[in-house]
């Protein structure tokens, strides 16, 4: 492997630390402020893999990114509107494919990824692929595909279940509810680190023999099952949505939601406050999905490669089936819409 590799989205370079031999790969968008991940950057990280995998010198693997404050995964104008059923497709497997030759590599030196900031989808996927993850105390995750008429479609569910247990990858995965730092050391997610260098202390963790005391907790649950299947109800349930919906249209009507920065801007405001009071909507067809997935994958694990590949390629095929529904549309348009009404997703279940 040459000494660095630099793409537009991916650099990997050489390091040494604690006597050992290993490798650093930085992924940054440099045209997004969120930091999203296009399908030539999975392209650039498969290459760059290639390169590392084939290297035998090396004992550890340390992902790195940008210190921005929020992060995103996918481009979901990839996924507005009328689709190119192609250029999803694609996108979806080599996602797959890319934790797959994580998990190959894995087997050959540690893999330890860093996380900061609040992080949505694709951008705390791709973090998890790796064996071991920690993060800073100001971190939070959110599988947010449900809410938008998804699943999490990079291997999001497999390595939560890997980590901890099938209940907390139901908690996290059907519902989309954001999961603090502290919960996900509580859960066997992470460990924390609190001082001012955290890839020092990730470089620590690739370099030492034991386990991180943070992932010796996966019999916890987040969320107990009738607590959970309650929550999934209420929240699937379109009736309340329908409600606000009628509320923010009469108010707008009546003006009641205008200020000196525009009507529109404090509309979305104002919806944005009352549905994280409400619970964001679960699109019904995106949680029965997850919940299939899970139930067949319950019983694996890390060493089961076979089986790894295998739910790799069912989630895409099921993220991709979803593509095709109308609630995807619904979802989809409620992020990426500037009409304050359209932001409310009433799913349909088809």
């Given at each position: 492997?040459?000494?660095?590799?630099?793409?537009?989205?991916?650099?990997?370079?050489?390091?040494?630390?604690?006597g050992q031999s290993g490798i650093l790969l930085s992924?940054?968008?440099?045209?997004?402020?969120?930091?999203?991940?296009?399908?030539?950057?999975?392209?650039?990280?498969?290459?760059?893999?290639?390169?590392?995998?084939?290297?035998?010198?090396?004992?550890?693997m340390v992902f790195t990114g940008s210190?921005?404050?929020?992060?995103?995964?996918?481009?979901?104008?990839?996924?507005?509107?009328?689709?190119?059923p192609a250029a999803v497709r694609d996108y979806l497997n080599l996602g797959a494919a890319l934790d797959f030759k994580i998990k190959n590599i894995s087997r050959k030196m540690k893999t330890v990824s860093l996380m900061q900031g609040e992080r949505f989808g694709g951008s705390?996927?791709?973090?998890?692929?790796?064996?071991?993850?920690?993060?800073?105390?100001?971190?939070?995750?959110?599988?947010?595909?449900?809410?938008?008429?998804?699943?999490?479609g990079w291997a999001g569910i497999l390595n939560v279940m890997l980590r901890s247990n099938k209940e907390n990858a139901r908690y996290m995965a059907a519902t989309g509810n954001r999961v603090t730092a502290q919960e996900m050391k509580d859960y066997g997610l992470v460990d924390i680190v609190s001082g001012g260098n955290i890839l020092e202390d990730a470089l620590n963790?690739?370099?030492?023999?034991?386990v991180p005391l943070g992932f010796n907790a996966t019999g916890k649950e987040m969320?107990?099952?009738?607590?959970?299947?309650?929550?999934?109800?209420?929240?699937?349930?379109?009736?309340?949505?329908?409600?606000?919906?009628?509320?923010?249209?009469?108010?707008?009507?009546?003006?009641?939601?205008?200020?000196?920065?525009?009507?529109?801007?404090?509309?979305?405001?104002?919806?944005?406050?009352?549905?994280?009071?409400?619970?964001?909507?679960?699109?019904?067809?995106?949680?029965?999905?997850?919940m299939e997935l899970i139930d067949r994958f319950s019983g694996i694990s890390r060493e089961d490669l076979e089986q790894i590949r295998k739910m790799g390629e069912c989630e895409?095929?099921?993220?991709?089936?979803?593509?095709?529904?109308l609630d995807r549309k619904i979802g989809v348009n409620s992020v990426l819409t500037s009409n304050p009404i359209?932001?409310?997703?009433?799913?349909?279940g088809r």
């Open positions: 492997m040459p000494e660095m590799i630099s793409g537009k989205y991916v650099t990997v370079s050489k390091k040494k630390h604690n992924f940054i968008n440099p045209d997004s402020k969120v930091n999203v991940v296009p399908l030539e950057a999975l392209q650039e990280m498969h290459h760059a893999l290639d390169e590392v995998g084939e290297d035998s010198s090396l004992s550890f210190q921005g404050k929020v992060h995103a995964g996918a481009d979901l104008a990839l996924f507005h509107g009328d689709i190119d705390v996927e791709w973090p998890l692929m790796t064996e071991f993850s920690v993060c800073t105390p100001d971190t939070a995750i959110q599988f947010s595909e449900v809410n938008i008429g998804l699943i999490p963790i690739a370099t030492q023999h034991e969320c107990p099952g009738d607590k959970l299947d309650q929550m999934i109800s209420e929240r699937t349930d379109s009736r309340k949505y329908e409600e606000l919906e009628k509320e923010v249209s009469s108010k707008l009507q009546t003006n009641d939601l205008s200020n000196d920065k525009g009507r529109e801007n404090y509309a979305g405001s104002y919806i944005s406050q009352r549905l994280t009071r409400l619970g964001k909507p679960l699109a019904p067809l995106a949680v029965a999905a997850t895409a095929q099921s993220c991709f089936r979803l593509m095709k529904t359209e932001r409310i997703p009433i799913y349909v």
